[in-house]
């Protein structure tokens, strides 16, 4: 089983773990614990290193294997072996810039959601730009314009946001997070991660965020297309 240290800790670049499995085919390696992100809630998996000894091994994605966390190994090198310690370290510059368009995604949700009244059905990333599913019968073109203001202004409102793992029940008990169907979540998980933009936004999510929205910086609605009649597709671009 891996510790997820990403979970309560977002801004850790470096960490050392011990490795506890080896998958030879696929140059996977385990870890008791990492600082890798493995992909889900539509964030891609993280890249970075992993150093064993006096060799370096490029992480070239790190995926979720049951409860644990495996690092693809890129480079010819060996693999190391079970039991030994490793300095793992991720690409900060590409999960900074995924972290700021998770928030952005977020600050989008809960906008759209207090002004409109719409839920979001699903979304995905990628490094300074996401694209985000709504039941959003009502939008228009010249709604553009009015959400990409009233988003930014999220941003200079300067929000703190706050990651809390509560278990299941009282989880449960919370009304904003029924909306983004937690109840959907497999029985089996007794402890909810829960992501909270203070005032405007609260999800149960298993991403990595910045700790205050005024990080995200500006962000332009790019774009939207309609999926049909009442299904939106919103696209965001996070400026650099
Ligand atoms: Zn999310």
Redesign the pocket.
Known sequence: MTELLYQTDSYLRTFTGVITAIDEANRGVALDRTAFYPGG???PADAGSLTVGDVEYPVLRAKKIGDDVFHYLGGEENLPAVGLQTEGAINWERRYQLMRT?TA??ILCGVIFRDYGASVTGGDMDPLQGRMDFEFETLQRELVDIIQAAINREVEAARPIRVKILPRQEAFQIPDLIRTKINLLPEGIQQVRV?EISGLDL?A?G?THVANTSEVGQIRVVDYKSKGKINKRIYIEVLD
């Open positions: 809630g539509g964030q998770h995604m977020h992501v999800q999510d991403g």
